[in-house]
């Protein structure tokens, strides 16, 4: 399993694991971590799992996509670390990970 610790905008912070292969997105859903709406179900057709990367991660992932960053134009609040967190797979490789949540999904 995965660790990956989700922090809300309130400074609140939750530690859940997660599948290798799954998303953040779902991993977030899985585990009931408020602020995840994903009203597309991780399509990428939507900005309702907005993230913002903490910045001692946002380099050790792999960049967004053209279609994620179309996505996040409709996002609320967008940050240089901001992600959509169906598109970040859930692997050992980021083991520790710590998104924030936005105040509110766009």
């Known amino acids: 399993m995965v660790q990956i610790i989700f922090i809300d905008s309130t400074g609140q912070s939750r ?6 292969g799954a998303t953040v997105m779902e991993t977030a859903l899985k585990n ?3 602020g995840i709406e994903a009203e597309c179900g991780g399509a990428c057709a939507c900005a309702t799992c907005h993230v913002y990367v903490d910045e ?18 409709f996002a609320f609040d967008v940050r240089p670390t901001s992600r959509l967190s169906c598109q ?18 766009g």
């Open 32 to 34: 009931s971590v408020p």
């Open 56 to 73: 001692s991660w946002a380099a050790r992932l792999p960049e967004a996509q053209p279609m994620e960053e179309d996505m996040l134009d």
């Open 88 to 105: 970040i797979r859930v692997s050992g490789a980021i083991d520790g990970l710590v998104v924030h949540t936005p105040e509110r999904q």
């Open 15 to 20: 530690s859940v694991e997660g599948d290798e």
